[in-house]
């Protein structure tokens, strides 16, 4: 059923409730579809039946003092790609994931992957900020501007989405 605000206002819709596995009532923690993506999705769902997501083809991280360390980055906050997905969306638009490990303070990191600082002029703080935008905002065949640093430079690449695929 519906979550509701204080006003009465429809805010997400309950899915799911995280019990002990003993009660037999709804006691514990409920988790909840934001309203947003059930405005996005719902319309879909009803004229054909499925719903498509878009898909970025990227696997990451927030930046860390680790990686900004590493790196020798200028900048403290962003979403660090540490793998471009073969011949996924990110990867045609000539993103890059880490190439290779460097040692800070006795831990291996992945290093040498493009940094996402802004995604269509938005900024970018954590990894879930692209993610969620994409969710959000985004359709298969839609392009995004990801605004990247790269070897200390920044660069804008346009990356034209596909849909996300079952595996």
């Known amino acids: ?26 006691i514990g923690v409920g988790f909840a579809i934001p309203v947003s993506i059930i405005q ?3 319309p879909a769902l009803v004229k054909d039946g499925e719903y498509v997501w878009a898909w970025l083809g990227v696997r990451g991280g927030d930046l860390t003092p680790t990686l900004v360390q590493a790196m020798s980055l200028p900048v403290e906050q ?12 990110s990867s045609k638009a000539g993103l890059r994931g880490a ?3 460097a040692i800070v303070e006795g831990r291996s990191v992945d290093i040498g992957g493009d940094v996402v600082t ?4 938005q900024p970018v ?10 969710a959000l905002n985004t ?5 995004v501007v990801l605004t990247i640093l790269r070897d200390g430079e920044y660069q804008d690449v346009t990356v034209t989405l596909e849909p996300r695929p079952a595996e």
């Not at 802004?118 to 002029?121: E, F, L, S, T, V």
């Not at 359709?139 to 392009?143: I, M, V």
Request: overall charge negative; charged content about 15%.
């Open 1 to 26: 059923g519906p979550l509701l605000n204080l006003n009465g206002e429809v805010i997400g819709v309950n899915a799911q409730i995280e019990t002990n596995g003993t009660s037999n009532s709804n």
């Open 40 to 42: 996005r999705v719902a």
């Open 78 to 89: 962003g979403a660090y790609l540490v793998e471009v997905i073969a011949d996924g969306p």
């Open 99 to 101: 190439s290779d490990t």
């Open 118 to 121: 802004a995604i269509d002029g």
């Open 125 to 134: 703080k954590t990894f879930d900020d692209m993610l969620i935008y994409v």
């Open 139 to 143: 359709s298969p065949g839609q392009q």
